[in-house]
């Protein structure tokens, strides 16, 4: 009797684990009841859907990646044991290509491996990368500065002098 209504309330268990994360995201963002946070995935209702993610991204692969074993992953995908909040917010960000909290600004772009792809083009990203990006812009920025140097140092030395030929010494 116990077992089936384990079975039964697991769901119900976990939705109330789930949600009263998403009423304190709610209240924090002071928005109304049952609006969709943006990046907050939806909990899976049913063990159907744990299974279509699965058999997107593949049953060894969701046991590699989360490091569980393979009658764990049965038990999710036959209801009979909530799948954790965690283990499902990273299935979902396999599927998707996307970090849960990602803003609109990153609706085409997506993770294939190490990777950060724009989705329809060649550009990709990796983290090494992404980490050097802010020491290209401070090069780029001591380049405008060194051109900007060099282009007063050219003014001045064609106000001062007549170059009529490469090797004409500058006069004074």
């Known amino acids: 009797m116990n077992k089936n209504i384990c079975e039964k309330s697991a769901y119900q268990i976990a939705f109330q684990r789930w949600f009263s994360r998403y009423e304190v995201e709610r209240r924090r963002q002071k928005k109304a009841k049952h609006a969709r946070l943006i990046g907050f995935p939806e909990a899976p209702t049913h063990p159907a859907e744990i299974a279509h993610v699965v058999d997107q ?3 060894s692969t969701v046991i590699r990646v989360l490091e569980v074993h393979r009658s764990t992953l049965a038990r999710w995908l ?10 499902w917010l990273v299935l979902v960000m396999l599927a ?3 970090l849960p909290g990602m803003s609109e600004d990153w609706q085409d772009w997506r993770f294939v491996g190490d990777r950060l792809h724009l989705i329809g083009t060649r550009l990709s990203y990796s983290a090494r990368e992404i980490a050097g990006w802010q020491y290209q ?3 780029a920025e001591a380049l405008g500065r060194r051109v900007k140097e060099l282009e007063q140092h050219r003014d001045y030395l064609l ?3 007549v170059f009529e030929a490469a090797n004409d ?3 004074v």
């Open 96 to 98: 998707e290509g996307r």
């Open 169 to 171: 010494a500058i006069a």
């Open 137 to 139: 812009v401070a090069y």
């Open 78 to 87: 036959a209801g009979t044991c909530v799948i954790p909040r965690s283990a």
């Open 57 to 59: 991204l593949g049953a």
């Open 159 to 161: 106000r001062i002098g």
